[in-house]
Antibody, heavy 116, light 113 residues
Framework: EVQLVESGGGLVQPGGSLRLSCAAS????????MSWVRQAPGKGLEWVAN????????YYVDSVKGRFTISRDNAKNSLFLQMNSLRAEDTAVYYC?????????WGQGTMVTVSS | DFVMTQSPLSLPVTLGQPASISCRSS???????????LNWFQQRPGQSPRRLIY???NRDSGVPDRFSGSGSGTDFTLKISRVEAEDVGVYYC??????????FGGGTKVEIK
């Protein structure tokens, strides 16, 4: 089955850190750009970061630059998002997304809550 | 900054009737390779987003043919020819032409009257 499964979300205090993971299966993970997209409670979708197939290019939305790091391990079919210096406004469901042209897949999301 | 504007915000529709959602970009979405990277996504209540349309008018695998996309340049439309109960949810356009940042529209909530 083609799927993405996120993990690693939870409750963290402002200024804290979390590392999200996304496990891919059923498709050739190393062939695709991968992304993280988030959705704050009751709000719309916001692109967070992208990473190229070989990890050589990475892009971030301005609000997370310098705090979040996207990475991938193609040998383990896994995508990661290291989140440091977390703020209340980072509270959201974080989705892993991948694909290109005719192929597009999203995970079920993992909730990150930043609160004291 | 680059902006994607969707309308309407809310769209009450009678079952079996058509529905249309507009998406306008602040700049042309034609990329240097000649393609226009405009996607449409559906998010049903409590579910992850699911892509319906890519590059303006190409339906994803498994998407019913009552969904269609059209447009060019800065103006795009998603149409549902006959709304069914399972179409309830929020619809987003997203541009993939101008990369920093990739940008979603604000969403259109489709509900049954």
């Amino acid at each position: 089955e083609v799927q993405l499964v996120e993990s690693g979300g939870g409750l963290v205090q402002p200024g804290g850190s979390l590392r999200l993971s996304c496990a891919a299966s059923g498709f050739t993970f190393s062939n695709y750009w991968m992304s993280w997209v988030r959705q704050a409670p009751g709000k719309g979708l916001e692109w967070v970061a992208n990473i190229k197939q070989d990890g050589s290019e990475k892009y971030y939305v301005d609000s997370v630059k310098g705090r979040f790091t996207i990475s991938r391990d193609n040998a383990k079919n896994s995508l990661f998002l290291q989140m440091n210096s977390l703020r209340a406004e980072d509270t959201a469901v974080y989705y892993c997304r991948g694909g290109h042209d005719a192929f597009d897949i999203w995970g079920q999301g993992t909730m990150v809550t930043v609160s004291s | 900054d680059f902006v994607m504007t969707q309308s309407p915000l809310s769209l009450p529709v009678t079952l079996g009737q058509p529905a249309s959602i507009s998406c306008r970009s602040s700049q042309s979405l034609v990329y240097s390779d000649g393609n226009t990277y405009l996607n449409w996504f559906q998010q049903r209540p409590g579910q992850s987003p699911r892509r319906l349309i890519y590059k303006v008018s190409n339906r994803d695998s498994g998407v019913p043919d009552r969904f269609s996309g059209s447009g060019s340049g800065t103006d795009f439309t998603l149409k549902i020819s006959r709304v069914e109960a399972e179409d309830v949810g929020v619809y987003y356009c997203m541009q993939g032409t101008h990369w920093l940042p990739l940008t979603f529209g604000g969403g259109t909530k489709v509900e049954i009257k």
